[in-house]
């Protein structure tokens, strides 16, 4: 926009030394073209920043649902811990007797979490692949 600016004034410098001096009319004139040519560079570049500020915008949202998945699977892995945790527990009270249907639901818990860390990476996997516009 700089270079823009000092390109137009030196034409202007330059038409005021070949020409003489310019008349206030048509000092005018060249600024009053300068200045709608200011205005559409511009606005162009405020269209330009919009567009971007929305890409930016978007790469956030993205960045944040994907965050939030991590931050979900982390809680299921805790949750897997806390059962393994409480299946030890329960063998060991057992000593051996009644252990496979002790143990059945724990592992029925624990087949569910990992069915639901799995979907939570495939979504994360679909929205780092989302292109932004």
Same mark, same amino acid.
Not at 59 to 76: P, Y
């Given at each position: 926009?700089?270079?823009?600016?000092?390109?137009?004034?030196?034409?202007?410098?330059?038409?005021? +030394?070949? +020409?003489?001096?310019?008349?206030?009319?048509?000092?005018?004139?060249?600024?009053?073209?300068?200045?709608?040519? *200011?205005?559409?560079?511009?606005? @162009? &570049?405020?269209?330009?920043?919009? *567009?971007?500020? @929305? @890409?930016? !915008?978007?790469?956030? *949202?993205? #960045? =944040?649902?994907?965050?939030?998945?991590?931050?979900? %699977?982390?809680?299921?892995?805790?949750? /897997? +811990? @806390?059962?393994?945790?409480?299946?030890?527990?329960? %063998? #060991?009270?057992? /000593?051996?007797?009644?252990?496979?249907?002790?143990?059945?639901? &724990?592992?029925? +818990?624990?087949?569910?979490? !990992?069915?639901?860390?799995?979907? /939570?990476?495939?979504?994360?996997?679909?929205?780092?692949?989302? /292109? =932004?516009?």
């Amino acid at each position: 926009m700089g270079s823009f600016l000092a390109a137009a004034m030196t034409r202007l410098e330059n038409k005021n +030394e070949s +020409e003489g001096i310019m008349s206030k009319k048509d000092f005018h004139n060249e600024m009053s073209k300068l200045m709608d040519q *200011v205005k559409e560079k511009m606005h @162009k &570049f405020g269209k330009d920043a919009s *567009v971007l500020a @929305k @890409k930016g !915008e978007k790469e956030i *949202v993205k #960045a =944040s649902q994907i965050g939030k998945l991590e931050l979900d %699977i982390m809680g299921l892995n805790i949750h /897997k +811990e @806390k059962l393994y945790y409480d299946m030890g527990k329960k %063998i #060991a009270e057992l /000593k051996g007797e009644g252990l496979t249907d002790a143990v059945k639901p &724990f592992i029925k +818990e624990l087949e569910k979490i !990992e069915t639901d860390a799995h979907a /939570k990476r495939i979504e994360i996997q679909a929205i780092s692949k989302r /292109k =932004s516009k």
